[in-house]
């Protein structure tokens, strides 16, 4: 069932127009995201919010106006609000209030699939609502159900703080577990010296859409935000045949909130892990820069900001002019991830950047030795594979790691 939402922002001194509309934009995309409808916004130019109730009497008054004119379900506001900002509002507002950063947590929460995800989302869900719960109650017990209230929202809200602590330390040490696990999967891949692209991005940039058309295999894809949250991990292969890892991150967002940063850092580790970052731009989108801007200052935060990387500016089809105008420092290519010849360029601008952190070998192998030839064409990046001319040898010449175990038959047979 859709929702109808009323939004509510404020313009603070430092904030310009232009930044504060992209911003509302994307909160309507967000209440697009989870079935909501936006039949109105307001907007207040102030010096700094109300400590009680972050907007003026007057435009509580307006809003209300509008909530009974519209029906409206629920009011989302562009900002995080304080707990007594939360309580005041529920007070003063005749339907549901919630934040930006509780929208967030409740699309996370209905697009959390694997179990790391599941805990990462209810962590992250009681951190934000622990100092949130006194004056919740109302607000909760007027719907059952909605925008908002997935997650332990729905039955968890009376319970007492004691039990909630508990319940958070419950879920931290199930969250290591897990976090263990993937770190043994990780040394593992860094003994196999398994390469990894990781894709990151602005959230609907067309990350999933771009594993699909790499690997061939089926992801979910659809034009909402956070379409994507559970990282995946499929195989594909290089031009040269050399196999390598792709992995999908969960969507980046302007003021992803800090509870959120938090929780799946888990999850964002897996940037960390990665041999190339393929930073995913839809160049379509008007605000393409602002987007480029946040992504790199959350891989800043996640240290992965020095990894090699791959800029695409995704959608080139659909650009009416060139929004971009941000230069990149990597490697770039336009193109659209549902076109096969761009997305074979992408193969091969992949398998150069990835060369550049080889070394060049060419060695002679004796026939006999067939684990030797079999590390060689696995493990390596080949370029050519020809027998002697008394076929007692191959002889092959490519690319490898300098620090991978294959070194060793490398050195052994080098030529």
């Known amino acids: 069932m859709t929702e109808k939402v009323i939004t509510a922002g404020c313009r603070f001194p430092g904030v310009s127009e232009e930044d504060l509309e992209k ?21 207040q130019a102030r010096q700094k919010p109300d400590p009680a109730t972050f907007i003026g009497k007057g435009k509580i008054e307006e809003i209300n106006h509008a909530v009974e004119e519209q029906e409206a ?15 005041n509002l529920d007070r003063e507002i005749p339907v549901r209030v919630i934040d930006r950063t509780q929208l967030i947590l409740d699309i996370f929460a209905g697009r959390a699939h694997t179990k790391e995800g599941k805990i990462q989302v209810e962590l992250a869900q009681l951190s934000y609502l622990l ?45 290591q577990e897990v976090k263990e696990q993937r770190e043994n999967y990780r040394k593992q891949r860094r ?41 995946l991990t499929r195989q594909t292969q290089l031009p040269s045949g050399y196999p390598v890892l792709l992995t999908d991150t969960v969507g980046f967002i302007r003021n992803l909130p800090t509870t959120l940063i938090a929780a799946f850092r888990s999850t ?18 008007p605000s393409a820069d602002d987007h480029i801007d946040t992504v790199d200052k959350l891989l ?32 770039f290519i336009y193109m659209s991830a549902l076109e096969e010849e761009d997305v074979d360029s992408l193969r091969h601008l992949m398998e150069k950047t990835l060369r550049e952190q080889m070394q060049y070998y060419k060695v002679k192998v004796p026939v006999e030795e067939g684990k030797a030839i079999a590390d060689i064409q696995r493990l390596t ?24 175990p294959v070194q060793g038959t490398l050195q052994q047979w080098k030529k």
């Open 131 to 175: 100092p949130r719960l006194a004056g919740q109650g109302e607000s909760f017990s007027r719907l059952g159900g909605g925008i908002g209230t997935r997650g332990p929202g729905e039955t968890k809200l009376e319970t007492d703080r004691r039990y909630l602590l508990k319940r958070m330390d419950d879920l931290k040490a199930r969250l």
């Open 191 to 231: 003994r196999n010296k398994a390469v990894q692209f990781a894709l990151v991005g602005y959230t609907n940039a067309g990350k999933s859409t771009l594993l699909s058309s790499l690997s061939g295999a089926e992801t979910f894809k659809e034009d909402l935000l956070f379409a994507t949250l559970d990282p």
């Open 73 to 87: 379900d629920l009011v989302v506001f562009n900002d995080e609000l304080s707990p007594g900002q939360i309580r």
């Open 300 to 331: 800043e935060e996640l240290d992965a900001h020095t990894i090699p990387a791959i800029t695409i500016f995704n959608k080139a089809d659909e650009m009416n002019g060139n929004y971009v105008t941000t230069a990149s420092k990597h490697p």
């Open 23 to 43: 911003s509302l934009e994307e909160l309507t995309a967000l209440v697009h995201t989870v079935n909501g409808q936006v039949q109105e916004r307001f907007i």
């Open 381 to 404: 990046m080949v370029d050519t594979e020809e027998m002697s001319d008394d076929s007692r040898y191959v002889i092959f010449t490519g690319s490898a790691f300098l620090d991978h």
């Open 268 to 285: 964002l580790e897996e940037v960390k892990e990665a041999d190339v970052l393929i930073h995913v731009v839809d160049a379509s989108d």
